[in-house]
């Protein structure tokens, strides 16, 4: 039960930018990116990339056989963000993003650890 709380909030801090590949105008919104720049068609695209997150978060925390791969997909995009941030500079623009992946690290460590435990019992 555990396992799926953490899959659950990691889904939920992937959905507003999943969101953006239905709603466009919520790139500008969340990104501060003008529609019709090539950055925003980057931004568009990025959304449907995070929708394949959020629905490996939403598998992950129904079926357990998937939580491996689900944690390395996401500790990918969330700590590679993070450290592209950082040696950004932290820009502002995107201070609200990189909050919400440091307060996803918990339940990313959470369950990456219980999909990699050993099974007891056997």
């Given at each position: 039960m555990i396992?799926?709380?953490?899959?659950?909030?990691?889904g939920l801090i992937h959905l507003l930018p999943a969101l953006a590949l239905f709603?466009?105008?919520?790139?500008?919104?969340l990104y501060g990116v003008p529609s019709g720049s090539?950055?925003?068609?980057?931004l568009h695209h990025r959304a449907a990339l995070f929708l394949c997150v959020l629905l490996i978060c939403v598998w992950a925390?129904?079926?357990?056989?998937?939580r491996?791969?689900?944690?390395?997909?996401?500790?990918?995009?969330?700590?590679?963000?993070?450290?592209?941030?950082a040696a950004a500079g932290?820009?502002?623009?995107?201070r609200q993003i990189a909050i919400a992946d440091l307060a996803g690290l918990p339940f990313l460590v959470i369950a990456a650890w219980l999909?990699?435990?050993?099974?007891?019992?056997?």
């Open positions: 396992a799926a709380i953490c899959w659950g909030a990691l709603r466009p105008s919520m790139i500008s919104k090539a950055s925003f068609l980057l925390a129904l079926r357990s056989e998937v491996p791969l689900a944690s390395v997909v996401v500790a990918i995009s969330m700590i590679s963000f993070l450290w592209l941030y932290q820009p502002a623009a995107l999909a990699f435990a050993p099974v007891r019992g056997g």
